[in-house]
């Protein structure tokens, strides 16, 4: 299980400090989930030198290589500060920063070259949902920004589903619906590629997941943890998520073991 926290454009920077202090002072992180926190970008190298259980993950990146850029940074740069996994194709990057399906590839791209693992969103408009293309959306986002990838690069790709009218809005998907949603993502996964490839890649959950609601949503066969913005600012909401997501590991190692 991988839970991965985004704080977008949140928190000052001694905020981000404590959060990591109030991290660290916890009890383990349970067996069996990896834990990311993605903090504003400015704040990453400081981050990357602090001694705490989360993965250090970015909100970006860029699609350009070094050289005459100002303002962008490539992948390689947030490898050097220690960044691990970087999120890319967010719909708050797609939609409100007018990032096309050519430039969320090429971030990919950039992203795998630099030795980083990548966070890679897809999800569909409310109004997809109601005009029944959610499925074609979604599977096309997939084969633009995935399907050119070799298969021994797949190993550091992880797929986060946020249907974009769950982000931020309090409205969830339903278990059912993220369940078939993921199983449709699995599906493509395993004819693009393969069995093997298709079960190992994490396919996370993002949109409005909270404490209430973890354990249902990553109960779900193929959800395999959670992307989630809100409800990781806070230390105890977020951990609350990780436990969540231990209860589902512990059954899931159970389940590998007898069988
Ligand atoms: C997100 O932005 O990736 C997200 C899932 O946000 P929230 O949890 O606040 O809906």
Known sequence: MFVAGNWKSNKSFNEAKEF??????MSAMPEGVEVMVAPP???LAAMGQLEWPCRLGAQNVSATGPGAQTGEYTAEMLAGCGVQ????????RRDGH???????AEKVNRV??????VVFCCGESLQDRQTDVHFDKVLRQMGSGILHLPVELLDRVVVAY??????GTG??????????????IRGWLREAYDESTASRIPLLYGGSCKPGNADELFACADVDGGLIGGAA???????AIVDAAGRVAATRMHVDTNS
């Open 85 to 92: 996994d970087v999120i890319v194709g967010h719909s708050e």
């Open 112 to 117: 795998l070259e630099a030795g980083l693992r």
């Open 41 to 43: 970008t400015p704040y």
């Open 171 to 184: 409205l969830t998907a339903t278990a059912e619906q993220a369940q078939e949603m993921h199983a449709a």
């Open 233 to 239: 600012l806070d230390p105890e909401s977020f951990r």
């Open 162 to 167: 946020e249907p974009i009218w769950a982000i």
């Open 20 to 25: 990591a202090n109030v991290m660290s002072a």
């Open 98 to 104: 007018g990032e096309d399906d050519e430039a969320v």
